[in-house]
T-cell receptor, first 114, second 111 residues
Framework: DAGVIQSPRHEVTEMGQEVTLRCKPI?????LFWYRQTMMRGLELLIY????????DSGMPEDRFSAKMPNASFSTLKIQPSEPRDSAVYFC????????????FGQGTRLTVV | KQEVTQIPAALSVPEGENLVLNCSFT??????LQWFRQDPGKGLTSLLL?????REQTSGRLNASLDKSSGRSTLYIAASQPGDSATYLC??????????FGPGTRLSVLP
């Protein structure tokens, strides 16, 4: 398996624009997580899904953030409108389930909002 | 709410030394604890996963231990090499919160 695949790897956008980040989990994994990493706050869990259903989105910072998982092999994280403070590295991770299995991370998307 | 801390924040050692990285968590009701490595500008690579019922796991020169009662885990790196230089993060998987990460320990191994 190619692991968790995220796209794009880098994104530079202007403030106010819509940004969509994409993630393909490892095949057969039922749980998917979106994280954001900044120097100030470290790794923060934004939202996670199990069997394509959002379980906890309490980490989503504002209504400008939304995430979907239309099927088991694809998830998106959308920011609309984007702001400079959204600049961060966004990671997607997947695991077999929500309990005691290992999590695997993608390479991340580095978002810069100017 | 689970909180995870890591000590030290940064560590610099000469090549060949054995070293210990520490991870503490406040809620002992965890499913597992996972150690990751992150190289600059890269994603997280899983190193070791310790289930809540286990005391330790080993992979090559790495050994991770878990003491749930005291809320601590340690990552032991034997015979460190310059290629071990990276940030090491621990994450506690807790029911309802899933992975809660520590801030990481930035390790530099000097040749």
């Amino acid at each position: 398996d190619a692991g968790v695949i995220q796209s794009p790897r880098h994104e530079v956008t202007e403030m106010g624009q819509e940004v969509t980040l994409r993630c393909k989990p490892i095949s057969g994994h039922n749980s998917l997580f979106w994280y954001r990493q900044t120097m100030m706050r470290g790794l923060e869990l934004l939202i996670y899904f199990n069997n394509n259903v959002p379980i906890d989105d309490s980490g989503m910072p504002e209504d400008r953030f939304s995430a979907k998982m239309p099927n088991a092999s694809f998830s998106t994280l959308k920011i609309q409108p984007s702001e400079p403070r959204d600049s961060a590295v966004y990671f997607c991770a997947s695991s077999l389930d929500l309990s005691n299995t290992e999590a695997f991370f993608g390479q991340g998307t580095r978002l810069t909002v100017v | 709410k689970q909180e995870v801390t890591q000590i030290p924040a940064a560590l610099s050692v000469p090549e060949g030394e054995n070293l210990v990285l520490n991870c503490s968590f406040t809620d002992s009701a965890i499913y597992n604890l996972q150690w990751f490595r992150q190289d600059p500008g890269k994603g997280l690579t899983s190193l070791l996963l310790i289930q809540s019922s286990q005391r330790e796991q080993t992979s090559g020169r790495l050994n991770a231990s878990l003491d749930k009662s005291s809320g601590r885990s340690t990552l032991y790196i034997a015979a460190s090499q310059p290629g071990d230089s990276a940030t090491y993060l621990c994450a506690a998987r807790t029911y309802g919160q899933n992975f809660v990460f520590g801030p990481g320990t930035r390790l530099s191994v000097l040749p």
